[in-house]
């Protein structure tokens, strides 16, 4: 079912269209080595064929699953001897690379850098996390993306009419219901949309008196629900979390109802999910509305309590809960600041005012001289400093108008208007004096 012309290739087009960089130097076959990284059935095996296709070269496929460096020499060998007789080219094409440990990788160097082979590697993993930095500067990386709905369906369509049942429409073969379904299981995998619609046929051919079109039930009882694609220690891990993060900061209940949903389908610890909420309390809501974190908490607890799937509702709770609240970053910022400043003054003194005077010596040394006690003043306040003299006058704190953040803002010009007043009155008490 491959298809053997870029014109017949499926999806892909950002990187096979007019003008795109792939595209063009396949077809003027100056395809030098690269990674093909994207998901399972997008076409990166097939693309590789074409490549070989399009420049005449030697395709030799190879699984870093099965195989080891003792076969990549053997193919090595093979290579430079069709090079030098045949004045032919090879491309060596590394099916799942990232499964190489770094020595293994680095096998691949010399002769990638010597020109006897055009080394393809395919990934379904981030190449920048599973290879290795020599490999990478030697390769160009294009990203492949899962096929679209109506790539898919074409799949499909080809597929029934290359397999025995020229004279019937594919219409006539699959009901547009069933169709669609096949669809929605393949999640973007052609391989997967191939080996569901084989399923399928078998199936009914192995049914006596079975009526054409296959229906939508007939599909769903056959494949029964597709598996979501996540992968919990993989980058579906980080992308769909940090999905998640982005849509809970954005306020968008949909968007965060349905990731949070996603990461619970494919496995996700709930509890993981109950402690990056707490994190996002912390980060993204702040102050502006301080429940947050208690009801971020409280999701965690309840989970803990009642676990799967009763526990899950809790943490939904705690996302819509967020994601509604009013949002601030500021003491994020604010600490951010702060630890740079403690970064860059580690060893500032602290004020003698300010410091514990346990011992006699202490005393005389300073230690508390001329600390003024909070609360025997009026509205539990007094104006004195507790910076160290090189940070005096640093302002890391703005609260926003959000939420109860701007309640916090509120008190803060009220201490800072009354710090101005008591400055007043003691400089007028000074002249008066």
Same mark, same amino acid.
């Given at each position: 079912?491959?298809?053997?012309?870029?014109?017949?290739?499926?999806?892909?087009?950002?990187l096979?269209g007019?003008?795109?960089?792939?595209?063009?130097?396949i077809?003027?076959?100056?395809?030098?080595?690269?990674?093909?990284?994207?998901?399972?059935?997008?076409g990166?095996?097939?693309l590789?064929r074409?490549?070989?296709?399009?420049?005449?070269?030697?395709?030799?496929?190879f699984?870093?699953?099965?195989?080891?460096?003792?076969r990549?020499?053997?193919?090595i060998?093979?290579?430079?001897?069709?090079?030098?007789?045949?004045?032919?080219g090879t491309?060596l094409?590394?099916?799942e690379?990232?499964?190489?440990?770094?020595?293994?990788q680095?096998?691949?160097?010399?002769?990638?850098?010597?020109?006897?082979?055009?080394?393809?590697g395919?990934?379904?993993?981030?190449?920048s996390?599973?290879?290795?930095?020599?490999?990478l500067?030697r390769?160009?990386?294009?990203v492949?993306?899962?096929?679209?709905?109506?790539?898919?369906?074409?799949?499909?369509?080809?597929?029934?009419?290359?397999?025995?049942?020229?004279?019937?429409?594919?219409g006539?073969?699959?009901?547009?219901e069933?169709?669609?379904?096949?669809?929605?299981?393949?999640?973007g995998?052609?391989r997967?949309?191939?080996?569901?619609?084989?399923?399928v046929?078998?199936h009914v051919?192995?049914?006596s008196?079975?009526?054409?079109?296959?229906s939508?039930?007939?599909?769903? $009882?056959?494949?029964?629900?597709?598996l979501?694609?996540?992968d919990?220690?993989?980058?579906?891990?980080?992308?769909?979390?940090?999905?998640?993060?982005?849509?809970?900061?954005g306020?968008?209940?949909?968007?965060?109802?349905y990731?949070?949903?996603?990461?619970?389908?494919?496995? $996700?610890?709930?509890?993981y999910i109950?402690?990056?909420?707490?994190?996002?309390?912390?980060?993204?809501?702040?102050?502006?509305d301080?429940?947050?974190m208690?009801?971020?908490?409280?999701?965690?607890?309840?989970?803990?309590?009642?676990?799967s799937?009763?526990?899950e509702?809790?943490v939904?709770?705690?996302v819509?809960?967020?994601?509604?609240?009013?949002?601030?970053?500021?003491?994020?910022?604010a600490f951010?600041?702060?630890?740079?400043?403690?970064?860059?003054?580690?060893?500032?003194?602290?004020?003698?005012?300010?410091r514990?005077a346990?011992?006699?010596?202490?005393?005389?040394?300073?230690?508390?001289?001329?600390?003024k006690?909070?609360?025997?003043?009026?509205?539990?306040?007094v104006?004195? $400093?507790?910076?160290?003299?090189?940070?005096?006058g640093?302002?890391?704190?703005?609260?926003t108008d959000?939420?109860?953040?701007?309640?916090?803002?509120?008190?803060m010009?009220?201490?800072?208007?009354?710090?101005?007043r008591?400055?007043?009155?003691?400089g007028?008490?000074?002249?008066?004096?």
């Amino acid at each position: 079912m491959r298809p053997t012309t870029l014109e017949d290739f499926l999806g892909q087009e950002h990187l096979l269209g007019p003008g795109r960089a792939l595209g063009e130097l396949i077809r003027r076959g100056d395809v030098g080595s690269c990674i093909f990284w994207g998901p399972p059935g997008s076409g990166k095996t097939t693309l590789a064929r074409l490549v070989a296709n399009y420049t005449d070269r030697h395709f030799e496929p190879f699984s870093a699953v099965t195989e080891g460096v003792g076969r990549v020499r053997e193919i090595i060998g093979q290579a430079e001897e069709r090079l030098k007789y045949e004045g032919r080219g090879t491309i060596l094409f590394c099916d799942e690379i990232h499964r190489f440990n770094r020595a293994q990788q680095d096998a691949f160097l010399p002769w990638v850098e010597n020109g006897i082979i055009t080394l393809i590697g395919a990934t379904t993993e981030n190449p920048s996390f599973e290879l290795t930095a020599p490999l990478l500067s030697r390769c160009r990386v294009f990203v492949f993306e899962p096929l679209k709905d109506e790539h898919v369906r074409l799949v499909i369509e080809r597929a029934i009419a290359k397999s025995g049942n020229e004279t019937r429409e594919a219409g006539d073969v699959l009901a547009k219901e069933a169709t669609e379904a096949l669809v929605t299981y393949a999640q973007g995998d052609a391989r997967r949309a191939l080996n569901g619609l084989e399923a399928v046929l078998n199936h009914v051919a192995n049914v006596s008196r079975f009526s054409f079109p296959v229906s939508r039930e007939t599909v769903v $009882e056959v494949l029964e629900r597709p598996l979501p694609v996540y992968d919990k220690s993989g980058e579906q891990h980080f992308n769909l979390i940090s999905a998640l993060h982005k849509a809970v900061r954005g306020s968008d209940v949909e968007g965060s109802l349905y990731w949070l949903a996603r990461m619970l389908a494919g496995g $996700e610890d709930p509890l993981y999910i109950a402690r990056r909420l707490v994190r996002i309390a912390a980060e993204d809501v702040g102050l502006a509305d301080p429940r947050a974190m208690a009801v971020a908490l409280g999701a965690k607890d309840a989970y803990h309590f009642l676990g799967s799937p009763e526990g899950e509702l809790a943490v939904a709770e705690a996302v819509v809960y967020l994601a509604t609240a009013p949002k601030s970053n500021r003491v994020y910022t604010a600490f951010a600041q702060a630890m740079d400043a403690a970064a860059a003054h580690p060893a500032a003194a602290v004020p003698l005012h300010i410091r514990n005077a346990p011992t006699p010596l202490m005393e005389e040394l300073g230690y508390g001289a001329g600390y003024k006690y909070a609360h025997a003043f009026e509205h539990a306040y007094v104006p004195q $400093e507790y910076l160290p003299e090189v940070l005096r006058g640093a302002s890391w704190y703005q609260p926003t108008d959000s939420g109860f953040e701007k309640t916090i803002g509120e008190r803060m010009a009220f201490w800072q208007k009354l710090k101005e007043r008591i400055a007043r009155e003691t400089g007028n008490e000074k002249r008066e004096t």
